[in-house]
């Protein structure tokens, strides 16, 4: 098993930056690929970005391409996500994912482990 612990959210204005971070404990974490989800109110948890083990292959939805960010760095058992240009649609509860095996992960049912969790409001 792998636990995962999200920091970094908070109260922003529309076109402010956040950086938030994930550090994991338990399963090796270079043998996990990893991502970020969110949900927000009334609507599915939807993945916005996910890394493979190596860092070197990444995705995003289209609803942030170009303005978040993800990262990772297993000696520190630890990945970002860099949001800029924040808007108000991407006030969310944000998750930290891990999966099994380092290959890139774009379906939320591949995911079998997560964080509680980091409030992030975006005011216009």
């Known amino acids: 098993q792998v636990q995962l612990v999200e920091s970094g959210g908070g109260l922003v204005q529309a076109g402010g930056s956040l950086r938030l971070s994930c550090a994991a404990s338990g399963r090796t974490f270079s043998m996990n690929a990893m991502g970020w989800l969110r949900q927000a109110p009334g609507k599915e948890r939807e993945i916005v970005a996910a890394?493979?083990?190596?860092?070197?292959?990444?995705y995003y939805a289209d609803s942030v391409k170009g303005r978040f960010f993800i990262s990772r760095d297993n000696a520190k058992n630890t990945q970002w996500l860099q949001m800029n240009s924040l808007k108000p649609e991407d006030t969310a509860v944000y998750y930290c994912?891990?999966?099994?095996?380092?290959?890139?992960?774009?379906?939320?049912?591949?995911?079998?482990?997560w964080g509680q969790g980091t409030q992030v409001t975006v005011s216009s």
């Open positions: 994912a891990a999966a099994p095996g380092g290959y890139l992960r774009r379906l939320l049912h591949e995911y079998d482990a």
């Open positions: 890394i493979d083990w190596s860092g070197g292959i990444t």
